[in-house]
């Protein structure tokens, strides 16, 4: 089946250092991954649709020059969090579609930590 | 925009009791899909139903989706501690785009 990498599966960085996650599709192509934030007990937030070939698109609240998405292939998407801070500690988590019609596959997730 | 509520937020239950969770949608849906979380876990994909008034099963989890198309329902017969996990239905209104997620139920089943 459809298998979605996400590396690095959790960091620790200090208050204003940038950190980047790299997410990938194994056996397949995507060329439309999602990023997704989760806060300790609560539900998946998407933060924006990472499109191959061209411009992320973000979802209403959630800054593009401070979560930077590339997509420069079809089976690599990464997030990069700039000037991280303290706030934004949580768990990212990258997913695709195997085929247009197929279910969501995740990575498993960066549990980032800002201190 | 599209919105995905989930209930109840959290539920306990004994060990052997059926267990059911609610989905809604603010706008017809084309399919409502349906995961499980377990602790420091990531979603792992259960089923995904797509017609109208489907039902499916997969042993004692039942699942359906209604006939507007708006509202999903899982239920658990005789919940096991295997069960224990977080469950989320996610919507989307068109095929292969982005899901909306609900904000997810948390099983606690006590043995």
């Known amino acids: 089946g459809a298998v979605v990498s996400q590396h690095p599966s959790w960091v620790i960085c200090k208050s204003g250092t940038s950190v980047k996650i790299e997410c990938r599709s194994l056996?397949?192509?995507?060329?439309?991954m999602f990023w997704y934030r989760q806060f300790p007990k609560q539900s998946l937030m998407l933060m924006a649709t990472?499109?191959?070939?061209?411009?992320?698109?973000?979802e209403q609240g959630v800054e593009k020059d401070k979560f930077l998405i590339n997509h420069a292939s079809l089976t690599l998407s990464t997030l990069t969090v700039t000037s991280a801070h303290p706030e934004d500690s949580s768990f990212y988590i990258c997913?695709?579609?195997?085929?247009?019609?197929?279910?969501?596959?995740f990575g498993n997730g960066t549990r980032l930590t800002v201190t | 925009g599209q919105q995905v509520m989930q209930i109840p937020q959290y539920q306990h239950v004994q060990e052997g009791e059926d267990f059911t969770t609610y989905c809604n949608s603010s706008t017809t849906l084309s399919n409502i899909q349906w995961y499980k979380q377990r602790p420091g876990g990531h979603p792992v994909f259960l089923i995904q139903l797509v017609k109208s008034g489907e039902v499916k099963k997969q042993k004692r989890l039942t699942f359906q989706f209604g006939e507007a198309k708006k509202n999903s329902s899982l239920h658990i017969t005789a919940t096991q501690t295997t069960d224990v996990g977080t469950y989320f239905c996610a919507g989307s209104n068109n095929q292969g785009g982005k899901l909306i997620f609900g904000q997810g139920t948390e099983l606690s089943v006590k043995p």
């Open positions: 056996d397949f192509q995507a060329t439309t």
């Open positions: 990472s499109n191959e070939g061209s411009k992320a698109t973000y």
């Open positions: 997913s695709a579609f195997g085929t247009a019609n197929s279910p969501l596959h």
